[in-house]
C-alpha cells in the first residue's frame, strides 16, 4: 500500500530556532501534499495545501513567512517552522493524494512532534 | 476551518458493549471517511463513504451517512480494550482535496 514517511519523527528545539519537517511519497507520486497541525487532546487543523512546483496555499490564520513550504518534486513536500517558539509546539501531520488519479483516499504520515523550550 | 462537529466527545464502555459516534458536517461533500488515532500516535484510516452511499461495514464497523441531515455515525460493536483511541470524521469537498476533520471521540474501553 502507499507510505508516507515524515522526519523526523519527534523534535526538541530551543526557541528561536528554524524547524524543518519532511514528508515524503515512498512508493507514489504527489503532486498535492497537505499540512495539519494538532494540539494536545485537539482535532486536526489543515495548515496549507502544497503542490509541486507552486506556492503553497496557506489556511486563513496561517502566516506563511513562519510556516515555510516547499513541493521541489513529486515525492517531497518540507515544512519549515521558523523562529519557533513554545506556542508551535504541536503534532505535525503531512498527507499526500496521488498523482493522476482520482483518488478518494489520503495517505498520512505518522507526524512529527515538535517541542518548543 | 474545522468542518463540525462529533459526538459525544468522550465515550466510556465496557468490554463488549456497542459504541456509537456521530458525526455532523455543514457543507456538501465528496465522501466521509473516519479514522482513528491512539494517543500521542498518528492517524489509521477506518472507512471511507462515499456521498451516494447509505450504509457501510468493515468488520466490527458500521457506518452510515444521511446526507439530508449532513450526518454520520460510526458503530464499533463488540468493543475491546484495544478500540480505546480518539475517532476523527473527515470530509472532503471533492476527490484530491484537503480532508476537513471533526473535533474528534474519545473512546475510553475497559476491560
Known amino acids: 500500500g502507499a507510505v508516507v514517511s515524515q522526519h523526523p519523527s519527534r523534535v526538541i528545539c530551543k526557541s528561536g530556532t528554524s524547524v524543518k519537517i519532511e514528508c515524503r511519497s515512498l512508493d507514489f507520486q504527489a503532486t498535492t501534499m497537505f499540512w495539519y497541525r494538532q494540539f494536545p487532546k485537539q482535532s486536526l487543523m489543515l495548515m496549507a495545501t502544497s503542490n509541486e512546483g507552486s506556492k503553497a496555499t496557506y489556511e486563513q490564520g496561517v502566516e506563511k513567512d513562519k510556516f515555510l513550504i516547499n513541493h521541489a518534486s513529486l515525492t517531497l513536500s518540507t515544512l519549515t517552522v521558523t523562529s519557533a517558539h513554545p506556542e508551535d509546539s504541536s503534532f505535525y501531520i503531512c498527507s499526500a493524494s496521488p498523482f493522476g488519479g482520482s483518488t478518494d483516499t489520503q495517505y498520512f504520515g505518522p507526524g512529527t512532534r515538535l517541542t518548543v523550550l | 476551518s474545522q468542518q463540525g462537529e462529533e459526538d459525544p466527545q468522550a465515550l466510556s464502555i465496557q468490554e463488549g458493549e456497542n459504541a456509537t459516534m456521530n458525526c455532523s458536517y455543514k457543507t456538501s461533500i465528496n465522501n466521509l471517511q473516519w479514522y482513528r488515532q491512539n494517543s500521542g500516535r498518528g492517524l489509521v484510516h477506518l472507512i471511507l463513504?462515499?456521498?451516494?452511499?447509505r450504509e457501510k461495514h468493515s468488520g466490527r464497523l458500521r457506518v452510515t451517512l444521511d446526507t439530508s441531515k449532513k450526518s454520520s455515525s460510526l458503530l464499533i460493536t463488540a468493543s475491546r480494550a484495544a478500540d480505546t483511541a480518539s475517532y476523527f470524521c473527515?470530509?472532503?469537498?471533492?476527490?484530491?482535496?484537503?480532508?476537513?476533520f471533526g473535533k474528534g471521540t474519545t473512546l475510553s474501553v475497559s476491560s
Open positions: 473527515a470530509t472532503d469537498a471533492q476527490a484530491g482535496t484537503a480532508l476537513i
Open positions: 463513504i462515499r456521498s451516494n452511499e
